[in-house]
């Protein structure tokens, strides 16, 4: 089981939602990097693709705490947790019952949740431009520098400075848009949120102790 790489885009792009919309379009990310401690909300992602008249959705809930704790949770059509502590990384597959546990900062750092971590530049890793406004919100895109990044484009949509609609588009033609919901930055959040007990009864593939 691997941790997606567009997950990892999901957990960057939640963290620039802020109580404003700076001006300038590296500097407005920058900004909202530094605009709170606690994230959570909900959120609603459909993946299409081009080459089918299909499409996938799937709802949830998702917690971040700064410097580096976060809770991504899938409630349908399946059940998945994808948990850090800052030190570990659960990955929970309720259907098949199965844990996977990584070491979080290897699995972050080469992420662009590092940037989070402030341990990366978005001027390294992007070309930010703003667009126009549509349907009431404020939008950036942000085009990776290198082709090696999995994915063409991120646009992000803000309103009232906090994130509201993202769209990814990857090198295979396929399409996730997300929209978030009761978006907070005042709600506290309890660092038990983001520990994870393995149920009785689940495979366990614990690749920290291969290191």
Known sequence: MKISHLFLCFLFLLSVAAPSFATSSQDSLENHLQ??????????QIIS????SHSQSSTGEFWIKKPNQFRWHYSTPYIQQIISNGVSLWVYDEDLEQVTI?????????????????????DKLFNITQLGDSDDLQWLSLTPLEETSGFEFINVGFKNGLLTRMVLQDNFGQT????????SVQIPIADNKFEFIVPEGADVFDETAEQ
Do not use: H, M
């Open 35 to 44: 605009g709170y401690k606690n994230l959570s909300g909900q959120f609603t």
């Open 49 to 52: 693709s081009e080459n089918s």
């Open 102 to 122: 990584k070491d979080a900062s290897q699995s972050i750092d080469s992420s662009p949740l590092a940037i989070i971590l402030g341990s990366a530049k978005l």
């Open 176 to 183: 996730t848009r997300l929209l978030f919901t009761d978006v």
